[in-house]
């Protein structure tokens, strides 16, 4: 099983950059794919971008396209996801979790961890 810790938040200005971190533990992590998710403050948790395993394919919500990027290093057990240009709307804890595509739809399988708080300033 794959333990991932999140890492990275911060506070940014309207248009700036922040890149977050996903650390794994665990000999299982090529074989995973990983996904980002955010909730903001009285809303629901939702999914962000995913990159498969091994190849590396990636997915994003239709909100951070183009401005978000999601990669894997699989020698540092680590997924990265760069977000770029970032918005008030952007504002939220960021979460990393094993996923699974089901249908069009990618889910969370483990168990959430502290994630790591995101704000952007107007």
């Known amino acids: 099983q794959v333990r991932l810790v999140e890492s990275g938040g911060g506070l940014v200005q309207s248009g700036g950059s922040l890149s977050l971190s996903c650390a794994a533990s665990?000999?299982?992590?090529?074989?995973?794919?990983v996904g980002w998710f955010r909730q903001a403050p009285g809303k629901e948790r939702e999914f962000v971008a995913a990159v498969t395993r091994n190849v590396g394919s990636t997915y994003y919500a239709d909100s951070v396209k183009g401005r978000f990027t999601i990669f894997r290093d699989n020698a540092k057990n680590t997924v990265y996801l760069q977000m770029m240009s970032l918005k008030p709307e952007d504002t939220a804890v960021y979460f990393c979790?094993?996923?699974?595509?089901?249908?069009?739809?990618?889910?969370?399988?483990?168990?959430w961890g502290q994630g790591t708080q995101v704000t952007v300033s107007s």
């Open positions: 665990g000999r299982t992590f090529r074989r995973t794919n």
């Open positions: 979790n094993e996923v699974l595509l089901r249908g069009s739809t990618w889910s969370a399988v483990a168990s």
